[in-house]
């Protein structure tokens, strides 16, 4: 009698002790997004632009303590392998992590002055197999050691506490959660164009007066589900194939299928390369999204990213979270808010910019004005003139 009664107790508490749990984790991925949001206006108050989604100029540039290649006309030299050092690098010092950020910038100016070519002088955000890479997560510092990348580790800030396998993250094995946005759009992780607040450095940088629909309009970061090896899961795998222009975000979106499972004809990604598996890696497969697709949907890249180039390909990609039913994202003024996986997409039958005046069959991410892709989209272009809010 008495366990049958513990047993009801248990059964009646279980639920509201889930939902206190989840509470608690929900709050501390909104403390989290709204971080990164603050610190990307500490660091306009510094640079009068946001930090770059790829190619920012703090670290494609540098001035070495002597010798090294020209830029421009300029002491400034061309550092390779820190061009897809996302906007979370560039801001580690506004995250409360200054000795990973000289850490980084040290290695960046030895490089320069001794081969800015050559992976084994950088710290990198994946594992190098090539001639000149150590095939490893090391790289040589400037006291001629090798040691292990700052950003092929664990990074606490980096990590939604509700997200099971990311809290497995350790050397290697780098996940992360957060993700920056890059708009209403598809588009290759470097292309020039961006319809959201954070512009590649050598293309379209971005600053507030660039905002025209107003920060508190505008996402800035959100919340994604790290994917586990070979991947087959809506919220976190990736489907491949989806080629650029043929293919609109509607064949995408076909691919989801029932229950937490992409449908079984979705071709994946295989391999540990998967969304959200390095989280300083400016390439939308890894730390980027479009909003594009609903929240939870299945997200959709041109290839393989192991294979030649393939993660810095076109990506239709997505947010998720095990917050149920949607994400939580920052915005711009730094707002923190919920978006319901039923958000209002729009037509995803059609491509971006379809229907405007100027846009061009052959280049659909070329346009401006308003978004195809109803509030979602709303919420993602900094500049689309459009009337819609999040609700």
Partial sequence: MVIAIIGVLIA??????????????????INKLKQLALATHNFHSTYNRLPASGNDPNWTKIKPASGGASVEATSLVRV???????????????????????????????GAQTDGNNRSYIPCTWIDTTATGTGTDQYVDSS???????????????????????????LGRPYGNYRYCRGDIWCNWQWRESRGAFGPGNR???????????????????ES???????????????????????????????????????????????????????????LAFSGFNTVLPPNSPSGLF???????GAAYGNYATVSSFHPGGVIVALGDGAARFVSETIDCGDLTKHPGE????????DPHQWIGPTQYGIWGAAGSISGRESKSLP
């Avoid at 379209?204 to 959100?222: A, L, M």
């Fill in 12 to 29: 009646l508490l279980l639920p509201a002790v889930q939902a206190a749990r989840e509470a608690a984790r929900r709050s501390q991925c």
């Fill in 80 to 110: 390779h392998y820190v061009d897809v050092y996302n906007p979370i690098v560039t801001m580690l010092p506004l995250l409360e992590q200054p000795a990973m950020f000289d850490t980084l910038m040290t290695a960046a100016k030895y």
């Fill in 144 to 170: 001629g050691n090798s040691v292990n990348s700052p950003l092929r580790d664990r990074l606490a800030l980096t990590l939604c506490p509700s997200d099971p396998l990311s809290n497995t993250a350790t």
């Fill in 204 to 222: 379209f940088p971005v600053s507030f007066s660039s905002i025209t629909d107003g920060t508190s309009n505008t996402i800035f970061f959100s």
């Fill in 225 to 283: 589900c790290v994917g586990a090896d070979d991947d087959r899961t809506n919220r976190a795998g990736l489907v491949t194939g989806i080629n650029y222009p043929t293919d609109k975000p509607s064949k995408v979106a076909a691919y989801r299928g029932v229950g937490a499972d992409l449908a079984d004809a979705a071709p994946t990604v295989a391999g540990s390369d998967q969304r959200g598996s390095r989280w300083a890696d400016a390439r």
């Fill in 303 to 309: 290839d393989d990213p192991n294979s030649a180039g």
């Fill in 355 to 362: 229907g405007d005046p100027a846009y061009v069959a052959t």
